[in-house]
């Protein structure tokens, strides 16, 4: 059915810190000008309030060489085992967005998508496949679902879904006279920018985002600063003046992606340190990944660029940070559960499923191998969204004690991710403490040291706390993992 694969996107699509999509090019040969009557009638339905946004060309990642090669047009929920995303075949394009708060850990306030359909859908065929009921919104026709979340038909080609489903919210999103996203603004400006062979691009606005004390404080740690007052200096006048954050990707045999960092101010008092800072705030925010360290660095005016390539991996990373929640397990519209004696179909969803989770755990991996070092965060923004995305796994036909596995293995990184926001929380109340630039303290430290010390002496120790659990966790993980993969094999005689 039509809907369920819509429905599918909407649980599976996500993004990235600074980074967040917008595509332009189309599977079909179309002009410059029919792309602009079609992308900017997704955009006005974005609310002002939006600094997030992502567009995505849905045609033209499927039919890139790429996607053709690992099927990125499949159907199959399922499908983290060979794709980075999931793209419903309904919409060929696609726009995403939300307001995030960048300084806790991209928490948001609200979150929508709208897409363009080469296939109309009537709300009552997304209500019955949502178990939900058939509302009006703004007037216009509305389902509201389960899943925390309002469908909005805003004409019989264009669908929205907004979350969570705050109804007075969501009713002034749909009403005509909502103020859209205008001609300026740093996300406008950015579409503005794009070139046509881009499927995918990201833009974070940040203007205002930098917290002057925060900004100060993780200066001051930086390891590449330490002890250099002067540079720090310069370094606090540039980066309070951030606008955003950019990234388009482009995919051919291969991923390739383009990230540049926008200022108010010249970046070039930050010197050859540039391309190490912008890869120190990431991992700081805990959305680094690992190819970003390979990649090209360059400046033109109030910009800073880093281009390479991207794995699955990277990108599915990319794409994780941002998602529209829908019904955890809701069943595909178009499937039936398999009868007790079809193994068949049991064996196959199991299969699918075991695959995926394991898909996901390695791109986790270098989290948990690596960062040993006490005084580093590590990526729990990926974790946290992850365990959401493995609890969003379809479940359909699928061994009970598989699920539980999958619950079970989402829960930990959750509570992974949580203990490295916990840690990140006690270092801030402690080192708020530290007031002058020498300190003295026998309860504690009981012996005279400057305050950057003490600082750092702090970090280490909660970072040093929370990388204890973190290796614990993945150790239970391995072996939760090896175990049920022994009883799934042994149970139906197949290879997990």
Same mark, same amino acid.
């Given at each position: 059915?039509?809907?369920?694969?819509?429905?599918?996107?909407?649980?599976?699509?996500?993004?990235?810190?600074?980074?967040?999509?917008?595509?332009?090019?189309?599977?079909?040969?179309?002009?410059?000008?029919?792309?602009?009557?079609?992308?900017?009638?997704?955009?006005?339905? @974005?609310?002002?309030?939006?600094?997030?946004?992502?567009?995505?060309?849905?045609?033209?990642?499927?039919?890139?060489?790429?996607?053709?090669?690992?099927?990125?047009?499949?159907?199959?929920?399922?499908?983290?085992?060979?794709?980075?995303?999931?793209?419903?075949?309904?919409?060929?394009? /696609?726009?995403?967005?939300?307001?995030?708060?960048?300084?806790?850990?991209?928490?948001?306030?609200?979150?929508?998508? @709208?897409?363009?359909?080469?296939?109309?859908?009537?709300? &009552?065929?997304?209500? &019955?496949?949502?178990?939900?009921?058939?509302?009006?919104?703004?007037?216009?026709?509305?389902?509201?679902?389960?899943?925390?979340?309002?469908?909005?038909?805003? %004409?019989?080609?264009?669908?929205?879904?907004?979350?969570?489903?705050?109804?007075?919210?969501?009713?002034?999103?749909?009403?005509?006279?909502?103020?859209?996203?205008?001609?300026?603004? $740093?996300?406008?400006?950015?579409?503005?920018?794009?070139?046509?062979?881009?499927? /995918?691009?990201?833009?974070?606005?940040?203007?205002?985002?930098?917290?002057?004390?925060?900004?100060?404080?993780?200066?001051?740690?930086?390891?590449? #600063?330490?002890?250099?007052?002067?540079? /720090?200096?310069?370094?606090?006048?540039?980066?309070?003046? *951030?606008?955003?954050?950019?990234?388009?990707?482009?995919?051919?045999?291969?991923?390739?992606?383009?990230?540049?960092?926008?200022?108010?101010?010249?970046?070039?008092?930050?010197?050859?340190?540039?391309?190490?800072?912008?890869?120190?705030?990431?991992?700081?925010?805990? @959305?680094?990944?690992?190819?970003?360290?390979?990649?090209?660095?360059?400046?033109?005016?109030?910009?800073?660029?880093?281009?390479?390539?991207?794995?699955?991996?990277? =990108?599915?990373? !990319?794409?994780?940070?941002?998602?529209?929640?829908?019904?955890?397990?809701?069943?595909?519209?178009?499937?039936?559960?398999?009868?007790?004696?079809?193994?068949?179909?049991? @064996?196959?969803?199991?299969?699918?499923?075991?695959?995926?989770?394991?898909?996901?755990?390695?791109?986790?991996?270098?989290?948990?191998?690596?960062?040993?070092?006490?005084?580093?965060?590590?990526?729990? %923004? +990926?974790?946290?969204?992850?365990?959401?995305?493995?609890?969003? #796994?379809?479940? =359909?036909?699928?061994?009970?004690?598989?699920?539980?596995?999958?619950?079970? *293995?989402?829960?930990?990184?959750?509570?992974?991710? !949580?203990?490295?926001?916990?840690?990140?929380?006690?270092?801030?109340?402690?080192?708020?403490?530290? $007031?002058?630039?020498?300190? +003295?303290?026998?309860?504690?430290?009981?012996?005279?040291?400057?305050?950057?010390?003490?600082?750092?002496? !702090?970090?280490?120790?909660?970072?040093?706390?929370?990388?204890?659990? &973190?290796?614990?966790?993945?150790?239970?993980?391995?072996?939760?993992?090896?175990? /049920?993969?022994?009883?799934?094999?042994?149970?139906?005689?197949?290879?997990?």
């Amino acid at each position: 059915m039509v809907f369920s694969r819509i429905h599918t996107f909407c649980r599976k699509l996500r993004l990235s810190l600074p980074l967040i999509v917008l595509g332009l090019s189309l599977a079909t040969p179309v002009s410059s000008a029919n792309a602009d009557e079609t992308f900017p009638s997704l955009i006005s339905k @974005v609310p002002a309030t939006a600094n997030a946004l992502i567009a995505i060309d849905a045609d033209g990642l499927r039919n890139s060489p790429l996607g053709k090669s690992e099927n990125w047009s499949s159907k199959n929920e399922a499908a983290y085992v060979n794709t980075p995303f999931i793209l419903p075949p309904e919409a060929n394009r /696609i726009v995403i967005a939300s307001q995030m708060n960048p300084n806790r850990q991209f928490e948001q306030a609200w979150e929508l998508a @709208v897409m363009s359909l080469v296939e109309p859908i009537s709300a &009552r065929a997304i209500a &019955r496949a949502e178990g939900g009921y058939v509302d009006e919104l703004g007037g216009l026709s509305a389902v509201w679902s389960p899943s925390d979340a309002y469908f909005v038909q805003f %004409t019989s080609g264009m669908l929205g879904v907004m979350a969570p489903a705050n109804r007075q919210l969501v009713s002034r999103w749909a009403a005509t006279s909502n103020p859209g996203l205008g001609k300026t603004g $740093y996300l406008s400006e950015s579409l503005n920018e794009l070139s046509g062979g881009a499927q /995918i691009v990201v833009a974070l606005d940040l203007s205002g985002a930098a917290v002057p004390h925060q900004l100060k404080d993780g200066l001051e740690q930086a390891e590449s #600063l330490k002890g250099k007052a002067d540079d /720090i200096a310069k370094w606090e006048n540039v980066l309070s003046s *951030i606008q955003g954050v950019r990234l388009s990707i482009t995919v051919d045999s291969k991923i390739h992606g383009n990230l540049t960092v926008d200022f108010g101010k010249d970046p070039a008092e930050l010197g050859s340190k540039a391309k190490g800072a912008i890869v120190e705030v990431l991992e700081k925010y805990g @959305v680094a990944f690992e190819d970003l360290n390979k990649w090209s660095f360059s400046q033109s005016q109030n910009s800073l660029h880093l281009n390479g390539d991207l794995s699955n991996s990277d =990108l599915r990373k !990319v794409m994780s940070l941002l998602e529209l929640p829908s019904s955890n397990f809701s069943q595909l519209a178009d499937a039936e559960p398999a009868a007790e004696d079809d193994a068949k179909k049991v @064996v196959e969803a199991s299969q699918k499923y075991f695959k995926s989770v394991s898909t996901l755990l390695d791109d986790l991996q270098h989290e948990f191998k690596t960062n040993r070092d006490a005084r580093k965060n590590f990526a729990s %923004t +990926y974790m946290q969204r992850y365990g959401k995305r493995i609890n969003e #796994l379809p479940i =359909l036909n699928v061994d009970v004690e598989l699920v539980d596995y999958g619950l079970s *293995i989402a829960e930990t990184l959750r509570g992974t991710a !949580v203990t490295q926001g916990e840690a990140n929380v006690n270092t801030g109340i402690r080192k708020s403490s530290v $007031y002058t630039t020498n300190n +003295y303290n026998n309860n504690y430290y009981g012996d005279y040291r400057s305050a950057t010390s003490i600082k750092t002496q !702090v970090k280490r120790e909660e970072q040093g706390a929370a990388s204890k659990v &973190r290796f614990s966790n993945a150790k239970e993980i391995q072996d939760a993992t090896a175990n /049920i993969r022994v009883k799934m094999t042994q149970r139906y005689n197949a290879e997990f």
